[in-house]
Nanobody, 117 residues
Framework: QVQLVESGGGLVQAGGSLRLSCQTS????????MSWHRQAPGKQRELVAS???????NYANSVKGRFTISRDSAKNTVYLQMTGLKPDDTAVYYC???????????WGQGTQVTVSS
């Protein structure tokens, strides 16, 4: 069973930055693609960014150029560096892992990001 532990959310002013972290086990880290998703109140959960075990990345259009997803193999941790934050980025952010496109996601507990205007 994949376990994901997130940290790094908080309150920030518009234009500010935050870094989210998602730590998992070594085996999960090397066998799963990892991603960050978010869910704002009253909205569906959406994919923000993903990274494969080969370090290929993908981003939602709304965050391209502002967010960066990365992996640290020494720490079995995936990061989401968020810059130029906007009030529309306010949401609960979830780390997720899955072995391949046909697998189900394993989810972290979520971390709140609030951007004030």
């Amino acid at each position: 069973q994949v376990q994901l532990v997130e940290s790094g959310g908080g309150l920030v002013q518009a234009g500010g930055s935050l870094r989210l972290s998602c730590q998992t086990s070594r085996n999960s880290f090397i066998t799963n693609s990892m991603s960050w998703h978010r869910q704002a109140p009253g909205k569906q959960r959406e994919l923000v960014a993903s990274i494969t075990t080969g370090d290929s990345t993908n981003y939602a259009n709304s965050v391209k150029g502002r967010f960066t997803i990365s992996r640290d193999s020494a720490k079995n941790t995936v990061y989401l560096q968020m810059t130029g934050l906007k009030p529309d980025d306010t949401a609960v952010y979830y780390c997720a892992a899955r072995r391949n496109f046909y697998s189900s996601y394993a989810w972290g507990q979520g971390t709140q990001v609030t951007v004030s205007s």
